[in-house]
């Protein structure tokens, strides 16, 4: 089998018009490997198309089942993980090509990490009650393994080559570890691309933004924070700065949330979650950390929030309040890490935040997969040569310095078969790129509160 792949992070990369016309021989593939939700996208005949991956569901949840023969993945796992916690595992992202002693352990987790002759493993329950030891390459490629079928099943043909976003946080172990998860989901042609340039790339197809624009690029994604500050120049995308934290994500927003209720419901209604640890109160313990997250989701359009106390035990009838307002206060010390960064890399640059034009906020649902498409058609439909002229190698992120690969020569798919059906799905929201108004408003307001 020919493996190729570019672990290559570029400081250009080419502003790319959406494709006009249809090529079913180019099939470009964009995938967003999230932490919390997967996401791809394809070129079909009207564009670019966000594909249904977890049902008639376009994003897949980030969780992994091993209670059956065959690992699943995405709703039904979430689903079930009243019954199965023991066989589940989620977080991945925050693991994989990290050293043992770099990995914050989550109480939170179901599944056990540990170190083995160097390498970092995952312990969790399998199929019939068997412990099973697995490496965090072996369970990503279960999300994208899942990810290529359903593409696969959607086009019609098989897939060989696809770009992966990756944190631009991520350094060069954690993309390469990712690498080797792609290559086990029997992808042989792989191209990595940042998920905040990704982003960019999707509202720029939709978009012009003006010429010499200085544009702050803002993730925070389900494990880590990316931010990027890029400079329109010639259709291309610089990247002044590209700086974020590790160990800062949505993920400890959630966290942040538990524990606010476990306190509450220790306090208020004697149900102790915290301590005793036998199998019906780990159960609560997991429904809690899902309700939580749909809390946080609801906080981010609702004033207040509530979890009902009965979804935890039937015997009380009643809801705990969060105002948006409190949840701010309780996130105080996040926030004030996000403002931290934000700062950094615009002083970094010796900007104020007067030079800053605009703000792109990475949207969590498609955007990053849409872009990793439109950078996947470019990549087919470029020689190799034009795109290793143009995509200087980023030399300025604080990276490791291991060797990195050249893309090498692309071999294009076999010819297709008949394509499955289209679903036509419209993309229901644009990115949000704020425009320099609108940071005086949001982003000024948000780093003088915190
Ligand atoms: N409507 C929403 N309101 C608040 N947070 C959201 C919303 N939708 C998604 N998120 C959060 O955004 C994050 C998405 O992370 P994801 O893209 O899966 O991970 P990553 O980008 O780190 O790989 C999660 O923490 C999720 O809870
Ligand atoms: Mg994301």
């Given amino acids: 089998m020919l493996t190729t792949f570019s672990n290559q992070l570029f400081n250009i990369y080419p502003i790319i018009n959406p494709p006009k016309n249809y090529d079913p021989t180019l099939n470009p593939v964009g995938m967003d490997v999230g932490t919390t939700r997967c996401c791809v996208a394809v070129n079909r005949n009207d564009g670019i198309n966000v594909v249904a991956i977890d049902n008639s569901d376009r994003p ?79 369970i990503t490629a279960v999300l994208i393994k899942h990810m290529k079928k359903e593409v696969e099943s959607f086009q019609g043909q098989s897939i060989f080559e696809a770009v992966i976003t990756v944190p631009a946080a991520f350094n060069q172990t954690q993309i390469n570890a990712t690498i080797e998860a792609a290559k086990l989901a029997e992808l042989e042609i792989i191209h990595i691309l940042p998920e905040p340039i990704a982003a960019c790339l999707t509202y720029a197809s939709q978009q012009q933004i003006p010429e010499n624009s200085t544009v702050l690029l803002f993730d925070l994604g389900g494990g880590t924070l990316d931010v990027c500050i890029v400079k329109i120049e010639h259709e291309n995308l610089h990247i002044l700065k590209s700086c974020g934290d590790q160990y800062l994500g949505g993920r400890d927003f959630d966290t942040i949330l538990m524990n606010h209720f476990l306190a509450v419901l220790k306090e208020g209604y004697q149900i102790d979650l915290i301590n005793d640890f036998d199998n019906a109160r780990l159960l609560k313990r997991y429904k809690l950390m899902l309700l939580c997250q749909e809390i946080k989701h609801d906080l981010q359009t609702a004033e207040s929030a509530w979890l009902d106390v009965s979804d935890i035990d039937p015997n009380f009838d009643t809801q705990i309040i969060i105002k948006r307002d409190d949840f701010e206060k309780l996130s105080a010390g996040l926030l004030l890490r996000i403002k931290f960064k934000i700062l950094e890399s615009i002083n970094s640059l010796n900007l104020g935040l007067n030079d800053i034009d605009f703000v792109l906020q990475v949207d969590p649902d498609w955007a990053v997969a849409y872009g990793a498409t439109l950078y996947s058609y470019y990549l087919k439909t470029t020689s190799v040569n034009e795109v290793m002229e143009e995509a200087v190698p980023e030399v300025a992120y604080p990276q490791d310095t291991e060797p990195v690969q050249v893309v090498q020569p692309v071999e294009k798919p076999t010819q297709p078969e008949t394509p499955s059906a289209p679903i036509h799905e419209e993309l229901d929201e644009k990115p949000r790129l704020h425009t320099k108004d609108k940071i005086k408003r949001e982003l000024i307001r948000f780093v003088k509160k915190v």
């Fill in 60 to 138: 897949l949840p980030s969780y992994i089942g091993y209670e059956e023969k065959v690992p699943k993945c995405g709703q039904i796992v979430c689903s079930r993980i009243k019954h199965h916690f023991k066989s589940t595992v989620f977080d991945i992202k925050r693991i994989i090509g990290k050293s043992f002693g770099s990995i914050v352990i989550d109480p939170n987790w179901p599944f056990k990490v540990f170190e083995e002759n160097g390498s970092v493993k995952i312990s969790t329950i399998g199929c019939e009650n068997v412990d099973i030891l697995l490496s965090p390459e072996e």
